[in-house]
Nanobody
Framework: QVQLLESGGGLVQAGGSLRLSCAAS????????MGWYRQAPRKQRELVAT???????NYVDSVKGRFTISRDNAKNTVYLQMNSLKPEDTALYYC????????????????WGQGTQVTVSS
C-alpha cells in the first residue's frame, strides 16, 4: 500500500505564489516518475508537470516560465513551486507517482493523492 499526501494549497491573489509538496509513503522500493495534475470545475484533468527519477522535466505550455517542479528522492517527495499565479490556475491539484514496491516485484504501479485546492483570485 502506497499513500501520497499533498500539501501547500491555499487561496492567493493573482500574481502570488504557492509551493505544493507531495510525499509518498508506504511499501516503496523505488519511485519512478512523479508529477502534478490539476482539474478545474467542468474541465478535464490535465498534466501540469512531471519529473523523472533522473530529473527529466516536462511542463504544460501554460505554466512554462512560472512553475517549477523538483523532487527529493531521499524523501520520496515532489514539489511544485508556482509563481505569478493566475485565476486560470485555480484547480484541485493532484500528485501522481509511479512506484516499484519491492526489489523482487519490479512492476510499476501508479498512485494518486487526494488533491490540494489552489484558488487564485483576481
Amino acid at each position: 500500500q502506497v499513500q501520497l499526501l499533498e500539501s501547500g494549497g491555499g487561496l492567493v491573489q493573482a500574481g502570488g505564489s504557492l509551493r505544493l509538496s507531495c510525499a509518498a509513503s508506504g511499501t516503496i522500493f523505488r519511485v519512478n516518475i512523479m508529477g502534478w495534475y490539476r482539474q478545474a470545475p467542468r474541465k478535464q484533468r490535465e498534466l501540469v508537470a512531471t519529473i523523472s527519477s533522473r530529473g527529466n522535466i516536462n511542463y504544460v505550455d501554460s505554466v512554462k516560465g512560472r512553475f517549477t517542479i523538483s523532487r527529493d528522492n531521499a524523501k520520496n517527495t515532489v514539489y511544485l513551486q508556482m509563481n505569478s499565479l493566475k485565476p486560470e490556475d485555480t484547480a484541485l491539484y493532484y500528485c501522481k507517482a509511479q512506484v516499484v514496491r519491492t526489489a523482487y516485484d519490479t512492476r510499476p504501479y501508479d498512485y494518486w493523492g487526494q488533491g490540494t485546492q489552489v484558488t487564485v483570485s483576481s
